[in-house]
Each structure stands twice: as C-alpha cells, then as structure tokens.
C-alpha cells in the first residue's frame, strides 16, 4: 500500500459545491472525486504493475455487470458501484471513469455493443434517439413527389 499524507487546500465555494454534487451522484466521498481528478491529470500516475491486475480484475466485474443486468439503469448502477459507467460515443457506447468520466474503451472490446444491449434490453440507450440507416423521414410533403417548376396533376379520371 502506498503512503499517503493528509493536505489542506483552499478551495472557491462554488468549486466545493461541484464537489460535493458530484461525490453525491457518484456515492463516493469527495476526497475519492479529488483523487480521481488529480491522478487523471498526471499520466506518471495511471500505470503500474499493481493498477494492470487491478484494471483485469475490474474489466472482469464489467462484463459479469454488462451479463447480469436487467436494462440500462440497472447495469448502469452496476457500473457506477465499480467505478464506471457508459457514454454515448458516436454510434457506439464507450466504457467511461466514474464520477471523473475519462474514456477508457469501446463496449466492443469487452465482447458486446450497443445493438446488442439495446435489443436485450428492448429498449435504445437513455438520451439516443433510435433511427434506421436511411429511413424515412417522419413527416412527408406531399409535393415531395413533385418536380420543381412542374404543377401538380390533377388525378386521372376513371
């Protein structure tokens, strides 16, 4: 176990109460946002030999996460108890931190996506508006036939 030293730091309210809310959203304390946040910010900090059996041993409580979930907010609370929690990232969902959401890796990588989940789930992923590839749009003009410059016909009579 690493040695660690108690410090003190001035802090803006305004910077204080974002900490407080997002140690709430987290459920963790606001020291554990603190240390996230610092050890995002130094790259000599995010590896080692002890944080790689650490890192396999959480991809693997992901994937029991991402298999034994219900639908989304389930596995989504699953998630957040390890740690993470999942982001839209174009098509796909991308594996984030959590509460400091720093990407880690796509959902693929860890065997499923988002069609998958979506379909099990029966149900898009919260805040995505589902649409086909080359769908219709919604609503559709009915001079969307017409040409432009050419009147409409009238219908041919029987």
Known sequence: MEQQRLISIKLPLSLIAALERAAHAGEVSPAEVIRAALKASFPSQRGGAGDDAQARADLGAVRASLTEAQGWLDLQGRLRALGYVLRVDGEGLMLCTWPIEAQILPLTVLGT?????????????????????????LFRSKRAGQRSGQPARAPDAA
């Open 113 to 137: 996506d988002l069609p998958t989940l979506a379909f099990r789930f029966r149900a898009p992923f919260p805040g995505m508006v589902p649409r086909a590839i080359g769908a219709a749009p």
